[in-house]
């Protein structure tokens, strides 16, 4: 007997049809194992909003604070200059009493920022170094026409503000360290002199009088340079001061960076090799891992202008220098 070809169609088509049901079935348990797996999850969410977690706080030792000098950068104050708002399109201003009012307020940031600082580490010591062109001076014709003092006067009004800035520093430090460079605008002579620097500088001559006058108090001690560089070792830290004036840049790709780089790895060629150079002269502040350049306490001038140098307001630099880990918090002083 002949199979008819409409029972081979019917049996083909219940195949088909037995085998889409059991996928679908399939299909339908995976689902419902996936929504009961949901609703697992679901429950285990809902639990734990109801549940209390109570924080584990962290225990905070403060007696492991860290021990670090604190160190203010002073340079480039140019005190007896006089900026017109109009020569600088209203950026800046400066004549002696704005000068007097920025220096007070650095003074008095140094101990506010040394006391925040107090909270994380144990700071004893200061190091203020006075880093030159503290004065403008006359080497220009220009600023014999436009300086508000002579550099005798200056010296006399400088050495007031800087003991009146020691005064207000006293009573937040066991110890005040002042390292000294002389500038290149203070000097008595036409062209920088370099084995006899300081024998033409005011600003020698200021701290000089510095000295004497604070020659009986224990409190304070001065470090004076007769030659370019200053060198302190600070915990195991060779630092490494200088005014700036000895780096050569004339502008370009990099700005600071390169040259200083340069001069940095000349220097340490010597055995008297630093950790860290700290210098001004370029009215910036910048920094890397092996340099700080400070900035000016009279700003955006002029000559500044003329130059095409970036603005940038009046800055000086605190730092922490750490026992263990070196340079650390690093600040700049706006004024």
């Known amino acids: 007997m002949k199979t008819s070809w409409s029972s081979i169609a019917?049996?083909?088509?219940?195949?088909?049809?037995?085998?889409?049901?059991?996928?679908?079935?399939a299909k339908l348990a995976q689902y419902q194992a996936s929504v009961e797996n949901l609703e697992k999850q679901l429950g285990i969410a809902l639990s734990l909003g109801k549940t209390r977690i109570r924080p584990q706080p962290l225990s905070v030792s403060m007696s492991d604070k860290a021990e670090a000098v604190a160190i203010a950068l002073a340079s480039d104050w140019h005190v007896e200059e006089t900026v017109e708002s109009a020569s600088v399109n209203g950026l800046n201003?400066?004549?002696?009493?704005?000068?007097?009012?920025?220096?007070?307020?650095?003074?008095?940031?140094?101990?506010r920022l040394t006391e925040i600082e107090r909270h994380g580490a144990k700071i004893d010591d200061l190091i203020l170094w006075l880093g030159g062109?503290?004065?403008?001076?006359?080497?220009?014709?220009?600023?014999?026409?436009?300086?508000s003092k002579t550099p005798t006067q200056v010296i006399l009004w400088l050495q007031d503000r800087l003991a009146d800035g020691l005064a207000t520093l006293k009573p937040h430090f066991k110890?005040?360290?002042?390292?000294?460079?002389?500038?290149?605008?203070?000097?008595?002579?036409?062209?920088?002199r370099h084995a006899t620097g300081a024998a033409h500088s005011y600003e020698w001559l200021l701290y000089r009088i510095l000295e004497?006058?604070?020659?009986?108090?224990?409190?304070?001690?001065?470090?004076?340079?007769?030659?370019?560089?200053?060198?302190m070792t600070v915990f195991?830290?060779?630092?490494?001061?200088?005014?700036?004036d000895g780096l050569k840049f004339q502008g370009g790709i990099g700005g600071l960076t390169i040259p200083t780089e340069k001069a940095i790895a000349s220097w340490n060629k010597s055995p008297n090799r630093a950790d860290l150079?700290?210098?001004?002269?370029?009215?910036?502040?910048?920094?890397?891992?092996?340099?700080?350049?400070?900035?000016?306490l009279i700003g955006y001038n002029a000559y500044a202008l003329s130059i095409k140098a970036s603005f940038e307001p009046p800055t000086q630099t605190y730092f922490l220098l750490d026992k263990k880990r070196g340079r650390t918090m690093t600040s700049p002083i706006y004024l």
């Open 212 to 231: 004497g006058r604070f020659a009986e108090d224990q409190q304070i001690e001065f470090q004076i340079a007769d030659s370019y560089f200053n060198f």
């Open 175 to 192: 110890r005040i360290l002042i390292p000294t460079s002389y500038g290149n605008h203070g000097r008595t002579t036409v062209k920088p």
């Open 10 to 25: 019917r049996e083909q088509a219940d195949k088909a049809h037995k085998t889409e049901v059991d996928s679908l079935k």
């Open 277 to 296: 150079d700290l210098f001004g002269h370029w009215h910036q502040y910048q920094q890397n891992r092996h340099w700080l350049c400070n900035g000016s």
């Open 93 to 111: 201003e400066y004549r002696l009493p704005i000068a007097k009012t920025r220096i007070e307020k650095f003074f008095s940031t140094i101990a």
């Open 133 to 147: 062109d503290l004065m403008t001076g006359m080497i220009h014709e220009e600023l014999a026409e436009s300086n």
């Open 236 to 244: 195991d830290r060779r630092l490494r001061f200088h005014h700036g």
